[in-house]
């Protein structure tokens, strides 16, 4: 939510939406300093993640994201798609079993099974009109004529959604960013009022943006900012050329200033970035 405490630590947010966490100890909580967002333990949320306490974990204290301490990881983690990709093995595991155990013992060979005769599609016979001479010389041919039903349209199958939503905390700074994806019936009016800015803010911190903006479009958000003065500008980059790659050689690839890149990210000393990091690029005037 926008309206965090500022006790609460700055990187506990939801999976599905960063910008929010549950006010109490849950398994929904997730720490977002982390390479991956990891869910603290019940009693570290307690003792640091929701009080003042936070800034004297190991996690927040650390230069970038690192991995969350062994001794601080939750056990109770909610299902993610790493357990649902074991899905479709459980089902096919499930039909042989209905093949090859249950069914031999509902359908012996040996046992005689009807088989139903099959349908045949209806057909309409029509009758031979003789029309008046005046009206339609010509006769009606009598033919055989099959009802075909009209097929139902295609459903339009859903459009693949982005998952990515990204909280940046500047190092050194308190003015947090959100990349947003913006999604269906979204307008950059309903979108400032969900975070507690303006338009005029999030059109400033968002690089030569047009509005309206597209479905699925990623976009900066100053959550909480009431004025556009002094905003840096940035754009949206995903890192999808390298598995790895350091701060300072993919700022020389985009040919930005590499201690920008390395403070809206969160990260110092030539950190790493992997594939699929979200990250905000500054843009100059």
């Known amino acids: 939510m926008s309206g965090q405490q500022r006790t ?56 970038g994201r690192v991995s969350m301490p062994a001794d601080l990881r939750g056990t109770a ?48 016979q029509p009758t031979m009109i003789s029309a008046p001479a005046a009206q339609d010389p010509t006769p009606t041919l009598s033919e055989s004529v099959a009802v075909v039903p009209i097929p139902s349209s295609t459903p339009e199958l859903p459009r693949p959604i982005l998952a990515f939503e990204v909280t940046r905390v500047p190092l050194g700074g308190n003015q947090s960013y959100l990349i947003h994806v913006v999604k269906e019936q979204e307008t950059l009016d309903l979108i400032a009022v969900n975070y507690n800015t ?35 500008s940035f754009i949206v980059y995903e890192v999808k050329d390298e598995e790895l790659i350091s701060s300072k050689l993919l700022a020389e690839k985009l040919t930005v200033d590499v201690e920008s890149l390395e403070r809206y990210n969160g990260c110092s000393n030539d950190c790493q970035f992997a594939r699929g990091d979200v990250l905000l ?5």
């Open 8 to 63: 609460v630590c700055p990187h506990l947010g939801l999976r599905q939406d960063n910008a929010t966490h549950m006010g109490f100890p849950s398994v929904a909580n997730f720490c977002l300093n982390c390479r991956n967002p990891t869910l603290p333990s019940l009693a570290h949320q307690k003792s640091h993640c929701l009080g003042s306490a936070h800034v004297e974990c190991p996690v927040y204290l650390a230069q």
């Open 198 to 232: 303006t338009v005029q803010a999030i059109i400033a911190v968002n690089y030569k943006i047009t509005p309206p903006v597209w479905v699925d479009y990623p976009i900066v958000v100053p959550v909480g900012a009431e004025d556009e003065t002094g905003l840096p």
């Open 281 to 285: 690029i500054l843009q100059t005037p």
């Open 77 to 124: 983690l909610p299902i993610s798609g790493n357990i649902l990709k074991f899905v479709p093995i459980f089902v096919i595991v499930l039909l042989g079993i209905i093949f090859f155990v249950v069914r031999p013992m509902l359908w012996p060979k040996d046992s005689q099974i009807d088989v139903p005769e099959p349908i045949l599609p209806l057909v309409v």
